[in-house]
């Protein structure tokens, strides 16, 4: 068995074939850069198996044994892989992580890692999120879990989420500041060149709103309106006039086959249209007329509500990765 801890906090890290090499070494250099600002973690790495495995960027990663060979644990983390959400979750996976889950004290998944822990039965009854691309599956094949896809980071009775990569170095850094508090955790946020929490969730970096089909004809309709022409006078109102229904029956479609409401995707759509422009290099005001807010005002609200972020700040973060001056 691996040796059991005693001074100090034991981070054990199941890997796998095929895992997101970044979901694993993000978070252990949160750690390892907690250790060197005076906190006592020791990392050590299972596999289903025992044997070393093979990263998703092809690097072979040696672990210290298997997940019988935990006696205890104070976190464990299980890392993300792209075959997750994709192909059933090997047994033996499953079988490491109910394992492990009875000897932690916390149990972590970074990005598609939540795809193993749904299937091993832990976020039954759970919130939970994942990376945005895939929240809808995770919800889709687990109904018993409640995804919250815009989210950072979730914990639920426990159990600790992350959405897409780097947010699981959010989520190591969270962790440590529980451990030992917020100036330790403020120091390794400045070493490391973090964000203590960073400005707002998932959105600011998903796609455009991908909308399936819809069945019905008049609905069909005036998602294509909307979607091609997001500036027009689209209230619930002008929509249903346009297709001939009433009003509340155009509610009903939105609900039964959308799952939202005629308001709710118009914003939705000009949100989109919006990113875009911005992204494009379109001043705020400009952006704010072409996407169908009015005003720019009343789009910096719906950015802020939805992104944790005003449209500048916004353009500002995602027009360019170049950070130094010239």
């Given at each position: 068995?691996?040796?059991?801890?005693?001074?100090?906090?034991?981070?054990?890290?199941?890997?796998f074939?095929?895992?997101?090499?970044?979901?694993?070494?993000?978070?252990?250099?949160?750690?390892?850069?907690?250790?060197?600002a005076?906190?006592?973690?020791e990392?050590?790495?299972?596999?289903?198996?025992?044997?070393?495995?093979t990263?998703?960027?092809?690097v072979r990663?040696?672990v210290?044994?298997t997940?019988?060979?935990?006696?205890?644990?104070?976190?464990?983390?299980?890392s993300?892989?792209?075959?997750?959400?994709?192909?059933?979750?090997?047994?033996?996976?499953?079988?490491?992580?109910?394992?492990?889950?009875?000897?932690?004290?916390?149990?972590?998944?970074?990005?598609?890692?939540s795809?193993?822990l749904?299937?091993?039965?832990v976020?039954?009854?759970?919130?939970?999120?994942?990376h945005?691309?895939v929240?809808?599956?995770?919800?889709?094949?687990?109904?018993?879990?409640?995804?919250?896809?815009?989210?950072?980071?979730?914990?639920?009775?426990?159990?600790?989420?992350?959405?897409?990569?780097?947010a699981?170095?959010?989520?190591?850094l969270?962790?440590?500041?529980?451990?030992?508090?917020?100036?330790l955790?403020r120091?390794?946020?400045?070493n490391?060149?973090?964000?203590?929490?960073?400005?707002?969730?998932?959105?600011?970096?998903?796609?455009?709103l991908?909308?399936?089909r819809?069945?019905?004809?008049?609905?069909?309709?005036?998602?294509?309106?909307v979607?091609?022409?997001?500036?027009?006078d689209?209230?619930a109102?002008?929509?249903?006039?346009r297709?001939?229904?009433?009003?509340?029956?155009?509610?009903?479609?939105?609900?039964?086959e959308?799952?939202?409401?005629p308001?709710?995707?118009v914003?939705?759509?000009?949100?989109?249209?919006a990113?875009?422009?911005?992204?494009?290099?379109?001043?705020?005001?400009?952006?704010?007329?072409?996407?169908?807010?009015?005003?720019?005002?009343?789009?910096r609200r719906?950015?802020?509500?939805?992104?944790?972020?005003?449209?500048?700040?916004?353009?500002?973060?995602?027009?360019?990765?170049?950070?130094?001056r010239?």
């Open positions: 068995m691996l040796s059991r801890v005693v001074s100090g906090r034991r981070i054990v890290f199941l890997v074939d095929g895992m997101k090499m970044l979901d694993v070494t993000g978070p252990a250099e949160v750690f390892a850069e907690a250790d060197l005076g906190a006592g973690y990392i050590s790495y299972v596999s289903p198996s025992g044997e070393p495995v990263t998703s960027v092809g990663l040696p210290d044994g997940a019988d060979g935990v006696a205890e644990a104070d976190t464990v983390i299980v993300g892989g792209d075959q997750l959400p994709r192909e059933p979750i090997p047994r033996d996976l499953v079988a490491a992580i109910q394992v492990l889950q009875a000897r932690t004290r916390r149990l972590v998944s970074i990005c598609t890692g795809f193993a749904a299937a091993a039965g976020l039954s009854g759970r919130r939970a999120t994942t945005w691309r929240a809808d599956r995770l919800a889709r094949a687990h109904p018993d879990v409640q995804v919250e896809a815009d989210a950072l980071f979730v914990e639920d009775k426990g159990v600790f989420t992350s959405a897409g990569v780097s699981g170095m959010d989520l190591a969270a962790l440590v500041e529980q451990d030992y508090g917020p100036d955790a120091t390794v946020a400045r490391l060149v973090m964000f203590m929490q960073r400005p707002g969730g998932q959105s600011q970096f998903s796609a455009p991908q909308v399936r819809p069945r019905t004809p008049a609905l069909r309709e005036v998602v294509d309106l979607s091609a022409q997001p500036a027009l689209h209230s109102r002008s929509l249903a006039a297709v001939g229904v009433s009003s509340r029956h155009l509610a009903r479609l939105f609900a039964s959308l799952d939202t409401t308001a709710r995707f914003e939705q759509i000009r949100l989109d249209h990113k875009a422009l911005l992204d494009a290099g379109h001043g705020v005001a400009q952006t704010a007329k072409q996407a169908g807010f009015g005003s720019a005002e009343t789009m719906v950015f802020v509500a939805r992104l944790g972020a005003s449209p500048s700040e916004y353009r500002s973060r995602m027009s360019t990765s170049v950070g130094w010239s």
